[in-house]
Each structure stands twice: as C-alpha cells, then as structure tokens.
C-alpha cells in the first residue's frame, strides 16, 4: 500500500487544558512536528463522541488521534476517565464499521509536555504513512450527513 | 446568510516568515460565506484591532474568525474587539496558526497549506455559532489558603488586611514552614525566627483569619468564587479551647526519644510535643505512633499532669466544610533526601556521599538546625557524631539538581545562596575553621546576592572549588571528600571533619495528590503549573485556584513573599466583583426529544443535571426531562458526547460545530 508520494491526513480530537496547551508550549519552545496533522480543540475529552472519530474517516482522515489529560488529571475531575471507557468499547465496534484499529490512537499528553506531543505526532504520522491512504470509506462517502 | 470576516496576522515574523500570510487571505475569500478577508502584521495591535472593527462595520460582517496565536493567548482580545464593533464576542474564533503552525513546522508550502486548512475547518465551525452572553454567578467572598509557611501566612495577611476572611490551613502543628527552621536568611543575615514570628503571631490574632493547624484539605468542589472545601482537622489529642499552652505536658512525658522533624532529626522531642518554642499555635500534639498510651493502653502522664484537663485520647478526625470563593496554593517544598530504600525516591541517589551512613555527612536544613540559637546546639556549630567543632567543612553544591542522569534537571535555585551563607555562617562562628565549597556555576542572580558570595570568597575566605566530588569515605576520623578542581584540572581530596549537601528542592510527596483534589496541573516533578509563565505566573490554569511559593517551582523567600502578594491580589481582584461573569459554555437540554433516560446525571462530575417536570395545561405530569443547573455546569460536554439521544448539547461545541469542522478537513 505504502506509497512514497503519500502524506497521510491525521485528526487530532484533544482538550483545552492538557493536550492543546502542552501542544501550544511545543510550539512556544519552537519545537518542530511533521505538518499533516490538523487539531480539532474540545473543552475535555469526555466530549469526544465516537461518532467524529467515525465522521473524521469519512472525511477523508488517514488517522487519529485522540489526546487529553493523564488518568487522574482532568480538569473536570473524570471527563478522561468516560473517554477512556468509552474507547474500550468503541474499539470493538471499529473493526465492525470497517475501520483498521491501528489507526485509531489514544495517548495522554499534559499541558507540561510539549516535547511528549511532538513526539507522538511524529510517531502516529510515520505509522499511519506506512499503512497508506484509508480507501474504506471513499466508496461510501457520497454525502456527508452529521445524522448519527 | 453567514457574512464572515477572516483576519490573518503575521505576527510580526512568528506567523509570516512560515506562512505565507497574503495567500492565506487569498485563499480565505474563496471560502463559501467569506465575505471579506485581509493580513496584517500584528493583528492584535490598536491597528489591527481597527480594521477588524471597521471591517465588522463596512462589511456588514456577523461572523470574525481571526487566524493568529493561541485562543489561550488573545481570543479574549479579539473577541472584546468584535464586541467593541457591535457583534456578540462568541461570534469570534481563533484559528491558531503560530503555535500550531507556524512554531512547529520548517516548509513555507507546508505550513501555508495546513494554515488555510485551520480557518477552512474554522470557518465551517463558525457558521453553527450563535450569540451567546456570559452567565452571572455570585462571589463568596472568602479565600481558603494551603499551607501556612512564609507564602501562605504572607497570602492570607494582605488578604486579610483587605477585610476579607481567610482560612489559613497547615498540615503541621504549627504555622511557619521551613522558614521557621532556618538559621539566619541570605543576603542580609536576618534572623530568619526574628522576622518571621511576628508576622505568625500576627496571622494567629488577625480578626480576618481561621487557623486551622494540624489539618489537610480533604476534598474540593465547585468552581471559581463558589468553591465547597472539606477541611480535615487531625486529631491532636488535645483540646484546643483548654489548652493554655502550659507545656507541662511535654516536660512530664516519659518518652523523650522521638526523633524531631523540626530539627531533622538532629534532636529528639517526647510523644506529646510542640514543635518549637515559638509555635503558633502554642498547643501540643500527641504523636500517636510513639505514644505510650496509644501502643499499650498505660501511661496517661499528660493527662494525669494537665490541670485544664485538655488531653483528650478519644479526639477523632474532624471534617468541617468551609465555602470560598478562592484558593491559594502555598505548601512549599520538601529536600529531597537521599535513601537508597526509599519507594518515592524520583532519583537514584548519591550513596557515595554517605548520608545516612555517615552522622556529619548532613543535608542543608540539618545545618540550618545546628546553626540556629534554637537549635539542637544552640547555634554552635557542632559535628552531630562526637559533638566536637568542625574546623575543615566541605560544601556540596547540586546534589540532585542540574543533574539528568542521577537526579533533576532543574536547578534548585536557592543552594547556592544559602550554601554561601552557611560557608560564612560557620566561619563566623568558627574563625579558624576552614571551609571549602564545590560548585558546578556560581548562581547568584538577585538583589545583593553576588555581592554576598563575594563576601563570602574575599572577607570570610571560603575556598571555591569549581567541580564535582567523586565520592565521600570515613577513614580516622575524617571525612575524605574526593572530588576534581576543573579550573586547575587536578585532583582535590579534602580530610573534612564535616559534609553539608545542598540536596535539591523538590515537590511535597502528596503535591500530585492536592493537585488532583483541586484539579490544576502539575509537571512531572509535582511542581503546579501556572497559566502563563511570564504573564500568569501566579495563576493555575482552573480559575479562582493561584500558587504561592516553592510549590510551583524552587523559590528563595523574597519570591515565595511577591508571589504570596500577587496571588492574594490575584485573589482580592475576584472579590472585588460582586458578580462573576463566566463563560456561557454550558450544555443545554432539547426537552422535546430528552426521554429521561438520565444517563447524562450520571456521568456529571458536577451534579449539574436535574430533574424536570414536564406537566401538561391540566396540571398533569407528561414526563420528567433532564434540565442543566447553570451555576454547576463546568462545560466538559462529557453528557454531550454520553446522550443516546442526542438531547443534551453543550454549547460553544454542540455536534453540528464539531462534525462540519470535521468535514472541511
């Protein structure tokens, strides 16, 4: 599949205060990340709903990565926590609705750790470019409908 | 129809040098409903703000997105500019195209490409904005501050002085903080009790504060200016309201050989004890763990003695809940103590130092101790294994700081001052001693600090050795410091008769634990993170929560008290307000299709949803609905993205806004 002309689409779904923020000292520190990922901001990630992951691949992601407080951090006390469940479950469902789950990624970056964000962008970027463009969906995606 | 203004800043050349900012607004107009669209250099100069208000005006504009910093950093700007032009502020949205783009990326072509992507993706986001206004919520007017040391007192003083109530709880016996331990204070050698106890005493009488000693903060609900605190107050063992302070207790206590944590262990105090003389409040405590009464059910000498009949063996935990309207962290620092057994040890320690093995190898505080006219020795300085004066003493700096592989990277910022003051310290009260420093640099930045350690060179000659010491051994009697001169390049070995580590500062061992009750940040050394580093240094990212002090990073006394005074101003700003205006983003119930299924009361963190009775003309119960307490309601959409029918949506980031924000990746 790889191919070398190939630059994936990756979709971060991440929280205001941890993950945005360690993402805003990554580039206050001037470090520098591979450029195919575009972040979707989101007050925590108990707010992620399974569907914009789903939505995401329809519009033509290659990847995704969801990012927020570590275990025990959140800024609303628990919201990662219902995130972290909801993931566990969702996970079984990916396969189902035809989507590799090792494009799927779940990681935990503080508002302190902009070296950690860079990293992981650069890792989930490298690893989706080497699995290739997500073709599942292109067939299917005739009209983009927000109906669940 | 949606007319929407897009404003692209340069930055000056943070945003322009990467991305090519003129194509960006080419670009925007493109965009289906963009009607207007421009670049500027510095978008969030009066100019700038200018134009997008005049574009507002011109254009007939009802939607801005500005493509620029973080919203973190000037959303707030720009949307108070849209308000200024007449459109409502939550019609405004931040595409961050520096820290996410332009900081982080190198290719020109690149960079550009992902920036007009960010405002395509805003853009489509934007056209499900509405209006929103801020919702009222009222200030309790009381602040709650952590940790009684220097910081804390200082914090609830100038609070208090500006007439508002303040709790003041400390996990110790007795307020004052390591600042009570210290000998005198670096640079002017103040006796650090003399300036200290006053401002202890006045904290204790102050009609403003509460004092709870000997109490930790249990848990923490609610939000900026309506914050529920539960305090835990230990038992003591003693009555507070008895207790006149007699001290008979203590002196009657058979067992005497509990090791002091005020003198670090260089002394021993009995099982009921207050911690120093100076103690506020003068009350002791009963340590349980060595109590006699407490392991064996005999003994009861305190009780027999005391006259009020203040002890009480039966004292339980007590939990009182305080409302505040804000917090202020203060509760300091620990030294980090080198214990190869030790679980929490972060670093891998310097055993080839000694400590622990040898009694005159000693941490900093532990000199502290024995310089102090309160101390063990009462201020002579006197070696803790035979009790014989020192006369070589060798000084080591960075044991733990600026050190990756062994220990921090951080510097601990104060070591060197305070090091220079023990080196003169002992030379003061030991004229013919001779002591010996080992450095990596010399930090001495601050007011009168350099000019200290010159003192400390050329008036009281102590001996700096740039370099680090390979390891420490016994033999005869002496301590034989072996170590590098790295200015000369040779070999150093000093026979001292005493070792004093400046081991680094490090976070309280439960810091991680407070900040998880209280819901700020920390980084991974457990040092509290503030919002900004140069604009917000005293400020958690979780409002109405500041810091004070060594907990969010090494600091020397003179910070730790500007800090104290800004957070409390920090503080006395909210109070000044009768109302606080908070962000409108809250969720928001579609009664019409909610079942009632309430699955969304239960993952609320806030016990912000309620139940609603939906009731027909007649009077009769049609159905129960979820309904939102917008007081409660903290945003995190956790019940949005829950709801099987899709009946709850947290506005600001309802479905509609995310979803076509995904579809115009």
């Known amino acids: 599949m790889s191919d070398s002309s190939f630059e994936p689409k990756i979709v971060a779904f991440v929280c205001n205060w941890c993950t945005y923020t360690g993402a805003d000292l990554a580039g206050t520190s001037r470090m520098k990340y591979q450029s195919n990922v575009r972040m979707i901001r989101l007050p925590c990630t108990g707010r992620i709903d399974p569907m914009f992951i789903i939505k995401a691949f329809e519009s033509g992601a290659d990847g995704v990565l969801v990012s927020g407080c570590h275990p025990g951090d959140c800024h609303y006390t628990a919201g990662n926590y219902h995130a972290r469940r909801r993931w566990i479950l969702f996970r079984q469902l990916l396969k189902f609705v035809g989507i590799d789950e090792s494009r799927v990624f779940f990681s935990w970056v503080s508002a302190s750790e902009g070296k950690k964000w860079v990293d992981v962008i650069n890792e989930v970027t490298d690893t989706v470019r080497s699995k290739g463009p997500f073709t599942n969906y292109q067939k299917l995606n005739k009209e983009f409908t927000i109906n669940g | ?665």
């Open chain 2, 1 to 665: 129809m949606m007319r929407i203004g897009v404003f692209v800043c340069h930055c000056g050349e943070n945003i322009g040098k990467t991305v090519d900012c003129p194509t960006v607004a080419k670009e925007a107009i493109k965009l289906p409903n963009v009607v207007y669209s421009i670049d500027y250099k510095y978008m969030c100069s009066d100019p700038g703000q200018n134009m997008i208000k005049q574009a507002i005006a011109e254009h007939k504009l009802n939607a801005v997105v500005v493509a620029s910093c973080s919203p973190h950093m000037h959303e707030k700007t720009f949307r108070k500019a849209c308000a200024q032009a007449g459109l409502n502020p939550y019609m405004c949205e931040i595409a961050n195209v520096r820290e996410h783009c332009s900081w982080v990326h190198d290719n020109v072509e690149e960079a550009t490409k992902k920036a007009v992507d960010l405002i395509r993706m805003t853009v489509e986001r934007i056209k499900f904005n509405f209006p929103l206004s801020e919702i009222k919520v009222p200030i309790t007017k009381k602040a709650l501050v952590i940790g009684g040391g220097i910081s804390g007192i200082q914090a609830a003083l100038d609070i208090a002085g500006a007439g508002f109530k303040v709790i003041l709880v400390e996990k110790e016996p007795s307020i004052g903080g390591h600042m009570s331990q210290l000998s005198e204070t670096f640079p002017t050698l103040d006796c650090s009790q003399c300036i200290l106890t006053p401002r202890m005493v006045e904290a204790y009488q102050h009609p403003n504060i509460k004092l709870y000693t000997y109490s930790e903060v249990d848990n923490v609900d609610g939000f900026i200016g309506n914050f529920k605190v539960t305090i835990r107050k230990k038992a003591r063992s003693v009555k507070e309201n008895l207790c006149t302070g007699c001290g008979l207790c203590v002196q009657k206590c058979p067992i005497k050989k509990a090791p002091s944590e005020f003198d670090e262990g260089l002394a021993n105090r009995p099982a009921i004890y207050v911690p120093f003389p100076q103690a506020v409040p003068n009350i002791p405590v009963i340590d349980r763990t060595v109590c006699t009464f407490f392991k064996t059910g005999k003994c009861q000498m305190c009780k027999k003695v005391c006259g009020r009949d203040a002890i009480d063996f039966e004292q339980k935990d007590e939990l009182i809940t305080e409302d505040v309207g804000a917090i202020i962290v203060a509760t300091g620092y620990k030294l980090y103590k080198i214990d190869k057994k030790s679980k929490d040890a972060a670093v891998k320690g310097y055993g080839e130092y000694g400590y622990g093995k040898y009694k005159d190898v000693i941490d900093g505080l532990q000199f502290e101790r024995i310089a102090s006219a309160s101390g063990p020795t009462a201020g002579e300085i006197l070696r803790p294994s035979d009790k014989k004066q020192p006369k070589k003493v060798v000084f080591i700096q960075c044991v733990g700081s600026r050190d990756p592989s062994k220990g921090f990277e951080y510097c601990s910022k104060i070591c060197c001052m305070y090091t220079a003051k023990h080196a003169m310290l002992y030379k003061h009260k030991v004229h013919d001693g001779e002591a010996y420093v080992f450095y990596m640099d010399i930090r001495a930045g601050g007011k009168g600090y350099d000019e200290f350690v010159r003192r400390a060179i050329e008036e009281d000659h102590v001996k700096y050795i740039r370099g680090r010491v390979s390891r420490v051994y016994e033999k005869k009697g002496k301590y034989i410091v072996k170590g590098e001169d790295t200015i000369s390049g040779v070999p150093v070995e000093i026979e001292a008769d005493m070792v004093v580590l400046a081991t680094a500062i490090v976070a309280q061992p439960e810091a991680a634990k407070l900040a998880q009750t209280l819901g700020i940040p920390y980084d991974k050394y457990g040092f509290y993170a503030e919002v900004h580093p140069k604009l917000r240094p005293v400020e958690s990212s979780s409002g109405g929560i500041f810091l004070a002090g060594a907990c969010q990073s090494p600091r020397d006394i003179p910070e730790s008290v500007a800090m104290a005074s800004a957070a409390a101003s920090k503080a006395l700003v909210l109070f000044g307000n009768e109302m606080l205006e908070r962000e409108p983003i809250v969720a928001k119930v579609n009664e019409n299709t909610c079942v009632g299924c309430f699955y969304c009361k239960k993952v609320c963190a806030y016990n912000a949803i309620e139940l609603k009775e939906i009731k027909d003309k007649k009077g009769n119960l049609v159905k129960v609905v979820a309904s939102v307490n917008t007081g409660l309601c903290q945003g995190c959409g956790t019940c949005n993205a829950t709801c099987p029918s899709k009946s709850i949506e947290l506005i600001g980031f309802n479905d509609e806004q995310i979803f076509y924000q995904i579809k115009a990746l």
